[in-house]
C-alpha cells in the first residue's frame, strides 16, 4: 500500500484548498478512506471519511459545510476539499485506507501527509 498525498500549503483565513492523495498497491474502490489531521503535541483526528464506492460519507463536526470529501476510482485518488480555511485549520493532513468498503473509524497505513498553515 502506498499512499502520497499533496496539495498542502500556506493559505490566509478565507481561501481555499484541495487536498489529493494517490494511493496504489491495494483495488481501491473496495476500501473506504479517510482523512486525519494532527498538530504537535495532539492525537491524529478524523477529517471526514468516505466508502469504497463514495456513498458514504461522515466528517468531524468543524469539517461540516466546509469540507467535501470525494474519491475518484478511476484515478485511485481521494480528495478533501476545504474552503472558508479557519487558522485553526492549521495542521498535518494525512489519508489513509479503511480495512473494509465502510469503516469510518479504522486507522490503516498512513502517508507522508501535507502541511496546510493558515495564517495571515
Known amino acids: 500500500v502506498q499512499l502520497v498525498e499533496s496539495g498542502g500549503g500556506l493559505v490566509q483565513p478565507g481561501d481555499s484548498l484541495r487536498l489529493s492523495c494517490e494511493a496504489s498497491?491495494?483495488?481501491?474502490?473496495?476500501?473506504?478512506m479517510s482523512w486525519y489531521r494532527q498538530v504537535p503535541g495532539k492525537e491524529r483526528e478524523l477529517v471526514a471519511a468516505?466508502?469504497?464506492?463514495?456513498?458514504?460519507?461522515e466528517y468531524a463536526d468543524y469539517a461540516k459545510g466546509r469540507f467535501t470529501i470525494s474519491r475518484d476510482n478511476a484515478k485511485t485518488t481521494l480528495y478533501l476539499q476545504m474552503n472558508g480555511l479557519k487558522p485553526e485549520d492549521t495542521a498535518m493532513y494525512y489519508c489513509?485506507?479503511?480495512?473494509?468498503?465502510?469503516?469510518?473509524?479504522?486507522?490503516?497505513?498512513w502517508g507522508q501527509g501535507t502541511q496546510v498553515t493558515v495564517s495571515s
Open positions: 498497491g491495494f483495488t481501491f474502490n473496495a476500501y473506504g
Open positions: 489513509t485506507k479503511q480495512s473494509r468498503p465502510w469503516s469510518p473509524t479504522d486507522r490503516g497505513p
Open positions: 468516505i466508502s469504497g464506492r463514495g456513498i458514504y460519507t
